[in-house]
C-alpha cells in the first residue's frame, strides 16, 4: 500500500472511529486499532498523536473492567517503547502522565500489581526528567501527586516538592507556584471517556430542570454503579467546574445549571473518601485563588451549590461549609496565610461578579449549628452581618450539627497525614481528610434531618435571590411635570404608611388619564421605576393564610394595585384607559411578577357572578407575546417560584374564564402538577367535584393523557386524580392502552387498571386489553381479567368465547384470501389472545375460580384451535389440553346415549339432532363479522337457522 498524503487520511479515519463508535467495537477490531496506531508511533507519522489523545480518552476512571485494563496496558506499552516520541510531543506527554496519576489510584488491588508498578515507574520516569514540562498541567497535577503520595516512588518525590522543590528543577517554585497555576481543560477533558463528556454536555445544555432525573438515573447506573467506580466523581466535578462554561443564554433559562448536577454527584456519593475528595475537587481553585489569572466560572457552581441546597438538603451546605472552614489551616499549614487569602478573594469576586447579592444570609443562616456558625463567623467575620443571629428557638427545625472530627493536614509530610488502609496485600490507600466525611452517606444523620426539618422545607427549589437595589434616580431624570414630582413623592414615602402611598398612587393614575401626550416614553421609565420601587411588595408570599374578607382587603391595599383598579374600573363596553393599558403592559415586560400580582388583583376584587379577568386578556394581547396562552404559562411559572398556594389560587379562575386556552395548554397543566402538594391536590379535586373546575374534556382527555406520559411520577398521577376527579367514562380512555409500555409507563398503567377494575367486563373494553402484546413480565391484562374472574366468571368466561369465535372467522377468512389482519389494531389476533389466556391460567386467579372449567371457555379453545398453526398448537399446549378433556367428556356421553337407543337412533338425522341440542352459547356464527361458521365434521355444510353468540351474549 502506497501513501501520497502522509497518512493522513488513515490516522484521521482511525481518530473518528475511536471517538465515536470504540466502546461498539468487537475486541478483535480494538485489538488492530490499537495495533495500527503502534505501528504508526513506531514510523513517526505525522498526526498519530491525535489517536493516542483519544485513545487515552477511552481509558476510564473507576474502571477495572478487562476491556479497560487492557487499553491502559495497550497504551502503556506504547508510551513505554516510544519514550523518545513521547517526551517530543508536550501535550500528549501531559495527557499521559495525567492519565496514568488518575487511575494508578484505581489499580491498587493485587491482582493488578504488575501494572500498577509499571505505571508507577513510567510516571516517576516523566517526572523527575521533565518536571518543568509537567507542570503545565497546572494545580490539578499536585491534587493528583497527593492521592499517590503514599507510595514509596513517589513519597520522596513528594517531599522533594513540599520542602526542596530546587532539587527538581531550579526553575521550580514549589508548592505556592504550581497551586497557582489554572489547570488547562484539555487536561480536565481527557479524564472522561467521549460518551460521558457527552452526555455530561447533554445534561447541563438540553436537559430542562425537573426533567433530569431519569437522565441521571442512567448516568448512575452506567457510569457509577460500582464501588471503585465512586472515585469517577472527582473527574466530574473538576470537568463540569473548568470545563463546561454554559452560555448566558443557558444560564438565564430552565436547563438544569451546574450546581444542580453537582449536588447530584455529591448527594448520590456512597464512600467517605470519595466524597472527601469530591469536597476538595469542588473548592480546589479556591485555595490559591488569583483574581487577575482565574475566571468566575471555575468557583461560581460550589458557592451556588451551598447557597440553593440550604432550604431543602441544608445538611449539605452544613458540610460544605464545615469542610471549607477546615481546609484552611489544614491544606498546607505552611501557607494557611495564602490559602485563606485565596478563599477570601474568591468570596470577594462572587460579590463583585452578583453571583450572590450578599453572602450573610448564606454564612448567619438560622439552620446551621451554632458551632458551625460562631466557625464561620471566624473565619468569615468580613461577609457575617454585624449582628449576632441567635439560635432557632424550634427544636424541631434545628439542624443536627456535622460530626466534629478535628482533620488532619492534607499536604504535610507523608507520615503525618496519611492513613494507611489495613487491607491485606495491596498498596496503602490514602484516607483524605475524614472530617465531617459520613454526613452525605450516613442513613441515620439523614434521617434525622429529614425528621426535623418541615415538609414544605424539604421540596427542592432553588432558593429565593435577595434583589440588587436599583439606582431610581435615573428613571426620575427621564421623566418631567407632576408624572416626576408625584413619582419623587412616592420614593421619599417608601417606607411610610400604605395608605398614603396609595393615595399618592391615585393622584399620579389621575395625572396620567388626564394627560393626552402619554405615550410610551413616558411610559418606560415609569413602568422601570414602579416596578423597581414596588418589587418588594410583588415578592414573596401575597396570599393570605387565612382567607377572609378583611385579609383579603388588606392583601389588595398595596400601591402598585392601585394601577390595577383604575385599568379594571366598571365601563360599559369593558374597555381599558389606554394611558394605564400602555403603562401595564409595559410593567408586565418588564417585570415577570406583575402578570400573577394582576391576576391576583383581579379576581380578588371582582363582585359575585363578574369577572373583570378579561383586562389580563387585554394586556396580554398588547404585550410582545401576544397570546393569551403563553403569557399564562409565563406568569403561572413566576408565581410557583414565589407563591405556590397563590398558583392553586388562581387555577379555578383561570380555567373558568379561559377555559379553551387553558384545557388546551399542556405546559400550563405541567406547571401546576409540577409544584403542588398532596394538600393542594386535594383543594383542587374539591373545586373539581364541586363542580367549580374543568381541566379536561372528553374530547381530548386521551390525547392530554398521551402528552404526559414522559412528565416525572408525582406530576402524573396528579393528573391521573385530577381525571379521575372528572367522572369520565373510562372507555374516552381506552385509544391510549396500545401505546402504552408495561416497563415505561407503569404510572399510566397503575392508574388505568384502577379504573378499569371499578367497570364491568364487557366486548368494548376486552377488545384493546387482548390487543396488547403478550411480553413477558406484562401483567396488565393478567391482572384485569384475574380480577374480573374472581368477580363473575361465566359473565366474562360468555365474552371470552365471544372473541375466541370471532378471531377464529376473521383468520380463517384472511387465509382463505391470503390477506394480512388490517383489523389487528382493534381485533386481537388469535396469538394475542391465546397469549393472555395462557398468562391468566397461571396466575393465581385460575386457580381460585372455575374459568377455565367453563363450558364457553372451552368451546371457545375448541374453535379458535382450528385457525391455529402448528407452531402454535405446540406453544400453548396446556391451554389446548383443557379444551382436549372437553372432547373426550363429549365423547363418553355420546357414547353412553347412543348404547342406550334403538339401532335407528344411530341415523345421520339422529347424530344432527344431538347437535342441534348443544347449548347456545356454542354456536359459530357473528351477525357483526358477517361470518357462517361451521363444524368440521359433518358432510354437508349447512347454515344455522339462528344467528347466536352475538354481541348480546
Known sequence: MISRDGMVLAWSRINQLVIEKFIKLQELTRTQAVWITKEMVKNAVTGVDNVCSSLIKQIAGGDLSPKNIWLAEAMLDIFTENRSWLEKLPVLMCMALFTYLRVIEDHNIQSLGTLRQREVEFCITLLRNKFMECCRIGRDLLRLLQNVARIPEFEQLWKDILHKPQSINPQFGG??????????????????????????????????????????????????????????????????????????????????????????????????????????????????????????????????????????????????????????????????????????????????????????????????????RAMIRDTFSEFCSVTDIPPVPSPKTEIPPPIPVIPTPIIAEVKEVEVISDTPNTAPVRNRLDSVEGTFSDEEEEEKVKSQVPVKEMVFRPIKEEEEEVELDQYLDQLDGDIKDLCETLQSQKDADLEAQCETMENLCSVILESNDFDSDTAGPLASFLTALYNPHMSGEILPEEISDETMEDSLGKPIYVIFRNLSQDTEDDSCPLQLLTLVCIMYEKHTKIGYNLLYYLHSSSKPGESKLHVYEEVCKNTEAGNLSTCLVKDFKACQEEDVRLLCHLVTPIYTQFPDTSIES?????????????????????????????????????????????????????????????????????????????????????????????????????????????????????????YWALQDESHLADLTKTLLVRATSTAKRLRQRQQTNKQSATNPTPEKLLGHLDALRTTVASKQTMFFSQDAVLQGLQ???????????????????????????????????????????????????????????????????????????????RKKSTAVGSDSD
Not at 379458535?864 to 405446540?874: E, F, L, M, R
Request: hydrophobic fraction near 40%.
Open 175 to 372: 508548592v505556592p507556584q504550581l497551586m497557582g497555576q489554572r489547570t488547562s481543560p484539555k487536561y480536565l477533558a481527557c479524564r472522561l471517556t467521549p460518551d460521558m463528556e457527552k452526555k455530561i454536555i447533554f445534561l447541563t445544555s438540553k436537559v430542562k430542570f425537573g426533567q433530569q432525573k431519569r437522565y441521571q438515573d442512567w448516568f448512575q447506573k452506567q457510569y457509577l454503579s460500582t464501588p471503585e467506580s465512586q472515585s469517577l466523581r472527582c473527574d466530574l466535578i473538576r470537568y463540569i467546574c473548568c470545563v463546561v462554561h454554559p452560555s448566558n443564554e443557558v444560564l438565564c433559562s430552565d436547563i438544569i445549571q451546574r450546581w444542580a448536577v453537582i449536588g447530584w454527584l455529591l448527594t448520590t456519593c456512597t464512600s467517605n473518601v470519595a466524597a472527601s475528595s469530591a469536597k476538595l475537587a469542588l473548592f480546589y481553585d479556591w485555595l490559591f485563588f488569583i483574581q487577575a489569572r482565574a475566571n468566575i466560572m471555575d468557583i461560581e457552581p460550589a458557592i451556588l451549590v451551598m447557597h440553593h441546597s440550604m432550604r431543602s438538603h441544608p445538611a449539605i451546605t452544613a458540610t460544605l461549609l464545615d469542610f471549607l472552614c477546615r481546609i484552611i489551616p489544614n491544606f498546607y499549614p505552611p501557607l494557611t496565610s495564602q490559602v485563606k487569602l485565596g478563599v477570601m478573594t474568591s468570596l470577594r469576586f462572587i460579590l463583585e461578579k452578583r453571583v450572590l447579592p450578599s453572602l450573610s444570609p448564606l454564612f448567619d443562616n438560622p439552620k446551621l449549628d451554632k458551632e458551625l
Open 666 to 786: 399542556m405546559d400550563l397543566l405541567n406547571t401546576i402538577v409540577s409544584c403542588i402538594d398532596s394538600a393542594q391536590l386535594q383543594d383542587l379535586i374539591c373545586d373539581i367535584l364541586q363542580g367549580n373546575l374543568v381541566i379536561f374534556k372528553k374530547e381530548t382527555v386521551a390525547s392530554t393523557l398521551e402528552k404526559t406520559l414522559d412528565w416525572e411520577t408525582f406530576e402524573q398521577y396528579c393528573v391521573w386524580q385530577l381525571l379521575d376527579a372528572h367522572d369520565f367514562e373510562v372507555e374516552l380512555l381506552i385509544p391510549i392502552l396500545p401505546k402504552l409500555n408495561y416497563r415505561d409507563h407503569p404510572e399510566a398503567l397503575a392508574s388505568m387498571v384502577l379504573l378499569l377494575k371499578l367497570e364491568r367486563a364487557s366486548i368494548e373494553l376486552l377488545k384493546p386489553l387482548f390487543c396488547r402484546s403478550c411480553k413477558n413480565g406484562d401483567r396488565f391484562t393478567s391482572a384485569i381479567l384475574s
Open 863 to 941: 374453535h379458535i384451535q382450528t385457525a391455529c398453526s402448528d407452531a402454535q398448537k405446540t406453544k400453548f399446549s396446556d391451554l389446548f389440553a383443557l379444551a382436549d378433556e372437553l372432547d373426550d367428556m363429549s365423547s363418553r356421553t355420546t357414547r353412553s346415549r347412543l348404547a342406550r337407543r334403538s339401532p335407528g337412533s344411530a341415523s345421520p338425522r339422529g347424530r344432527k339432532s344431538v347437535q342441534n341440542n348443544e347449548p347456545e352459547s356454542s354456536s359459530e356464527s357473528e351477525q357483526d363479522d358477517e361470518v357462517i361458521i361451521t363444524k368440521p365434521k359433518p358432510a354437508k355444510r
